[in-house]
């Protein structure tokens, strides 16, 4: 390993560079095109990758909506078409009997109600809930805070609204914590007011009220609109999706085989399409990447070849000299490593520019799904020792031409 | 120096081989000037590449430096070269894109010395060959006899004990010839063993010892004029 970092190793090799100037560039360009592409395809799908995540937000994105329709099969006595609702037992007959697959059970109810202040109105959701549901999609706060198990206890006539509603309630700079807003001429009490959810946004804009609250209120006894079940991160949450389902029917007299009784959409799985397609197109990525800087490789690999040939007699001549066939391969190989790390290098650096300016181009543009497209320095770190690996190994092939001619030969070479 | 006992090489040429060199013995002491004469296809380069370590020979024994050759891999026989060994080529064969200096310096490299230390030793021997005021020019910027100079200037640099020079002056002209020849005269005055292969009688006639070479054997070995005159 000495000979790395004698200056004279690299004199030669600058002079032989310096010699083949056209072989270089050429070289060069073939492997920093290479890894160019990768860079920027992986970027960009990195960029996608953020894209589709921005896109999901806050979303706890392992979660399945259940709903309850009419039945289309009769059972039990009871005719098709029978109408029913989800009610607070299910609730807990699911947490007792899915505990450890579920992570999170918000059960909702949701109405719509006109909401005045002052002198200010609007009609907008109103929605019972349990201070869980901040933990299924997280409230970006603005004022104040959510919902807490206190309100739950104590049916407190508490709200929480969002920037929007605040906006088209409240005049402009009050600060509206503490403020009363009548909902269905009932006053509640603002406690906080949160932000425009980043990507998927379950409710809109609604006033959030305690759950025990909106079921005095509304007198809903126990019954319950819909639920949203998120599943602990290494339940499959499609087959907690159709076992939960299966439960409710049981619970509710529906046919097991009822396809219609309940109604559900499972984030999970859409999610997981996403999830597949990202990770398809960065299989993609790596591939297209990884056999164009093979290519580069291969070409840097045949240029060296010819170059080795043309300078046989120079070979011969430095073997006359005294050069033994380790110096002779070790340059060689030196050259063609020097060469891949000086074009690899190059690669990044130009990638990373490109990615630089499709960020700055397309970070103003909502419509472009494509967030923060960065390339992980472990990655590059991978791609580059992968490149001098290849260049060390392809710069064996022409190393050992170089030594297989004997002296002899090379020197009558004209 | 170089003792040469019943050699024998044959090359391959398709199935038949051709028999060059046919039982050579040859002693060189050291600080002779030999030259060896023959005209193309008598086993005169032969004779040189076996002697230079750049080819091996089939039979008999080859003593360089009272070390028998035998077996030599290409590692080995390159340290030897580097060692006892100063090439010297009819095409020069300078590496075109390194100043005369670097040429020059390029043996000490071989060797493991310093860049600077061995820039300073191949000044040395610029300046001895009369080209000191060339050092930073390329190969293609010198003439024909600078050239040559510049390459003996290499085969000395290393200090070797034997210079071989194949065809030194065929490609230059009388004059040059000349100068050329001089310079290996004062190297063999300095007490270098000198072994020239030549093709030309007045070449030949300024050297020490004529071994005269046909068909792969040798017909004459006599001391010349120049020999007796010292």
Redesign the interface.
Known sequence: MKFLFDSDTWQEIYGSIRKNKARTVITIIGVLWGIFLLVVLLGAARGMENGFKKLFGNFATNSVFVWTQRTDTPFKGFQEGRRFKLNMNDIKALKSEYGDKIKFLAPRNQTNNLLVHNFKSGDFKVSGDYPVLDKIQKKKLIYGRFINQNDILSYAKVTVISEDMYKQLFDKGVIPIGEYIKINSINYKVIGVYGPSQGIDLDGDTAYIPFSTFKRVYNTANNIDWMVITADENTNIKQLESDVKLTLKSLHKVHPEDNRAFGSFNLGVEFAKFTDFLIGMQFLTWFVGIATLIAGVFAIGNILLITVKERTKEIGIRRALGATPKSIRQQIILESVFLTTVAGMLGIIFGGTILFFIDLATSSNEDIPLVNPTVNIPIIFIAFTTLIVLGTLIGLIPAHMATVVKPIEALREE | MIKIEKLHKSYPIGKDSLHVLKGIDLHIKEGEFVSIMGSSGSGKSTLL?IV?L??VHDEGNYFLNGQLIKELN??KA??L???FLG?V?QSF??????TAL?NVA??L???GM??KERLKIALDYLEKVGLKDWANHLPNELSGGQKQRVAIA?ALV?KPKVVLADEPTGALDSTTTDSVMDLLKDINDEGMTVFVITHEEEVAEQTKRIVRLKDGVIISDEYTKAAKAV
């Open positions: 590449n230079g750049l080819d290409e590692k390159a340290i070269r580097n060692k090439f080529f064969n300078l590496i075109s894109y390194k670097e390029l043996p490299y071989y060797k310093n860049r290499r290393t």
